[in-house]
C-alpha cells in the first residue's frame, strides 16, 4: 500500500484558505532557538498583521523568546486552532517560517502598525504603551499549510499576499 | 516602575494546573529543530500520555517532524488551548522541554502503550498499525507554567508525575 506525496504546489483553494487563517488569528505557536542551549523552545504568542498585511506579533520583554529572536532571528509559526468537535489533527493549520525583525519604537512605521493592531486588539491598550513591549515582524521565508485532509501544500510568500481587503 | 520576576518555583495549585493540562490534552504545538537548516520548525502533534503517564505522541513517518526528532531528539510541547472568549494570552498554557524517543514495535512496552492510546484517542484505530507510523516518548526535561495570570512557574518532573488516578 503506497501514499501519494503528501506535499503539493498551492491550488488557489489552499491560498484562500491560508489567508483566511492569517487575516483571522489573534494568537499563534511560535518556535524558537534557546539562545544559551541551541534546543527549541516554544510560546503562545499574539498574532495580527500589519497595516501591509504581514505577520506581526507584540512581545513583552518578559517573554523568553524576546531574546532568542533577537540572539536567532529564525522562527516558525503555527496558526489555526482545532475546534471542540472531532480529530484535532483533521483541522486546517498554516506553519510559516519566519525571520524575525522589531520595530523600533521610533522607526516610521510604528505609528501606524500600533494603531492598526489596537484596531484588531484591542484589549492590547492596556500594555501596548509599557516600555518593554516592541512589535516585532515576523517576515515569511516559506509556509505549509496542512488542510486538514490529509493533504499538505507548500505556498510562497506571495500566496499569502493575494488577498484585498479581506 | 518595575514589575517583579515572573518565573516562580511551582507550588501545589500550579502543579495541578500543570497536571490537569497534562491529562486533558489531546493534540499540542510541537517545536523542533530542521536537520538541514538547524532552525525551528513547527507542527501540531496527537498528544496522549503512555500507562505510567508520560508525555507521548503517534507520529507518521510523512510528517516533517518525524526524521527532525530522529535527527535532534530535543523539542518542545506546548499544550493548553485557548478558549473561544478572552485574550488568548490569559489562557494557561504548559511549555515542556523533551526529549524524543522512538518506540520500538518490537519493544515489550509497545502493546501496553498502543492499548492505552487507543482509549484515549479512539479515532487512531483507522492509522495506529500502519507501517510508518509509530510512537513517540517525550520525556520531559523540564516545564514552564503559564498560568494565565501573568505568572510564570517552573516545574521539574516530579511536579508533573504527582497525580495518581487523574
Known amino acids: ?5 503528501p506535499v503539493q504546489p498551492a ?6 484558505l491560508a489567508q483566511r487563517l492569517l487575516h483571522t488569528a489573534r494568537h499563534a505557536a511560535l518556535a ?4 544559551e542551549t541551541g534546543t527549541p523552545g516554544i510560546s503562545r504568542i499574539a ?3 500589519c497595516p501591509e498585511g504581514r505577520p506581526l506579533t507584540l512581545v513583552s520583554g518578559l517573554a ?6 533577537q540572539a536567532q532571528p529564525a522562527a516558525a509559526v503555527m496558526l489555526g486552532e482545532p475546534g471542540e468537535k472531532g480529530d484535532p489533527l483533521t483541522h486546517p493549520r498554516l506553519m510559516l517560517r519566519v525571520l524575525a525583525e522589531e520595530v523600533a519604537r521610533s522607526a516610521p512605521a510604528h505609528a501606524a502598525i500600533r494603531a492598526h493592531w489596537l484596531e484588531t486588539h484591542p ?3 492596556l500594555y501596548v504603551d509599557f516600555p518593554d513591549f516592541a512589535f516585532v515582524r515576523l517576515e515569511v521565508q516559506s509556509a505549509l499549510l496542512n488542510g486538514g485532509f490529509a493533504r499538505a501544500f507548500r505556498l510562497e510568500p506571495g500566496d499569502l499576499r493575494d488577498v484585498t481587503g479581506a
Do not use: N, S
Not at 523568553?64 to 529572536?69: D, G, K, Q, S
Open 123 to 125: 484589549k492590547a491598550t
Open 64 to 69: 523568553p523568546h524576546r531574546a532568542a529572536l
Open 32 to 35: 524558537w532557538t534557546d539562545p
Open 11 to 16: 491550488d488557489p483553494e489552499a491560498r484562500v
Open 1 to 5: 500500500m503506497t501514499r501519494p506525496d
Open 47 to 49: 498574532f495580527g498583521l
